[in-house]
């Protein structure tokens, strides 16, 4: 059996070190040599979380090779699937769940076309397509991009029942951080208060 060759990324010395020592012992995979990343069949880049310095490295991956992608993170959330979707990027490994065999079987499963997501990862990407269906039937609708994670959960907990105090106090921001948040929303989508916001998010499936 051939071994498949790896390339690891990770601006974090700590982080790269972690997963090579990891994945060198195993026979099924090769990790390459930074001189050697052309050859690489899959690239797992591995970060905290999924920020501008991450989206840069996997649109350069994209763009410059036909490696698999895929990503071992730490915290991950709904704008980080947005732009993990984006930059083709087709597993996805929490990094408390990355131990060796898990890392392997990721390797394998990309360099064989396959997908690779955490359960609650693919509800959220079912619904992502979801929405993008729905933007295609009407393209002038609401997106996936319409509300950060910030203000999709502000607006959730209004819809739950919760007031400004108690929202600032659930997610650990001033209630004045709240009040302007919730106001921005409503005044970018130009709708007329917190119930006609909820209703209109709702609707259209973006909480």
């Known amino acids: 059996m051939s071994r498949i060759p790896v390339a690891v990324y990770a601006e974090d010395h700590v982080l790269k070190a972690g997963i090579t020592y990891q994945l060198r012992p195993r026979p099924e995979v090769e990790v390459v040599r930074p001189d050697e990343e052309q050859r690489a069949v899959v690239s797992l880049v591995v970060v905290d979380q999924v920020d501008d310095a991450t989206a840069r490295v996997l649109r350069r991956l994209r763009r410059s090779s036909t490696t698999r992608i895929g990503l071992v993170v730490g915290r991950f959330d709904q704008d980080a699937l947005q732009t993990t979707i984006d930059c083709g990027v087709t597993a996805v490994i929490r990094r408390s769940e990355a131990d060796q065999d898990r890392l392997v079987s990721t ?10 997501l955490p359960g ?9 397509v979801g929405r993008l269906q729905r933007s295609v039937l009407d393209p002038n609708g609401p997106s996936l991009s319409t509300l950060t994670a910030r203000e999709a959960d502000m607006l959730r907990l ?22 302007n948040v919730l106001h921005e929303v409503t005044t970018r989508l130009q709708l007329r ?15």
């Open 158 to 179: 209004v819809s739950e029942g919760f007031d400004t105090s108690e929202i600032a106090s659930k997610m650990s921001f001033s209630e004045r951080t709240v009040k």
């Open 107 to 116: 390797v394998s499963a990309l360099a064989n076309g396959e997908a690779v």
């Open 193 to 207: 208060n917190r119930a006609h916001a909820v209703g209109y998010v709702m609707r259209h499936g973006l909480i």
């Open 120 to 128: 609650d990862l693919l509800g959220k990407l079912l619904d992502h």
